[in-house]
């Protein structure tokens, strides 16, 4: 028998075809939980500021916590309040759609915010953030304009750490 639909989740199919085409399994990560978008550690990975291939994309939302797997991947969702759902931008990708991406400087405090253990230099060390991409291309005004929008004393020590475990 072929298999022309591929089950995402509960009521949730697209055809077989897609798994040929490239992004479609991150296409999909803002379809199946929505409201939702792509960032920690899938966002840094493709913005190649972590050096790990990162297997499982990572998605934060206003809805609870969940995760599924399907023949796309394995997606795990991470939840925020609802005023926390910014920094975010819409990338082109084929078939003229879209995929909501966290920023850089947005998936990096997510990180920080979502996983409380990168509270001292040595486990932030062990991110292995790209020092050359922290230096030259990320926003560093940004980074304290969202920051400040978590309104988190714990999350502005962590950035604060980050900014000097990193020399920034």
Not at 22 to 28: A, G
Not at 83 to 108: C, H, S, V, W
Not at 116 to 131: A, M
């Amino acid at each position: 028998m072929k298999r022309y639909l591929i089950r995402l989740r509960q009521g949730y199919f697209a055809f077989s075809e897609y798994k040929n085409k490239p992004d479609f399994s991150l296409y999909f990560a803002n379809r199946i939980y929505r409201p939702s978008y792509i960032s920690l550690h899938t966002a840094l990975s493709f913005y190649e500021m972590i050096p790990e291939a990162v297997v499982q994309i990572t998605s934060v939302t206003s809805l609870k916590t969940a995760s599924f797997a399907n023949d796309f991947g394995e997606y795990a969702y991470k939840n925020v309040k609802e005023n926390l759902m910014f920094g975010y931008e819409l990338k082109p990708m084929a078939d003229n759609r879209t995929i909501q991406f966290a920023t850089p400087e947005k998936a990096l405090l997510d990180l920080l915010y979502l996983y409380p253990f990168y509270n001292n230099e040595q486990e932030l060390e062990e991110l292995r953030l790209d020092e050359d991409y922290l230096h030259d291309d990320l926003n560093r005004d940004l980074l304290m304009d969202y920051c400040a929008r978590f309104q988190s004393k714990a999350l502005d020590h962590r950035v604060k750490l980050l900014l000097k475990t990193y020399d920034l």
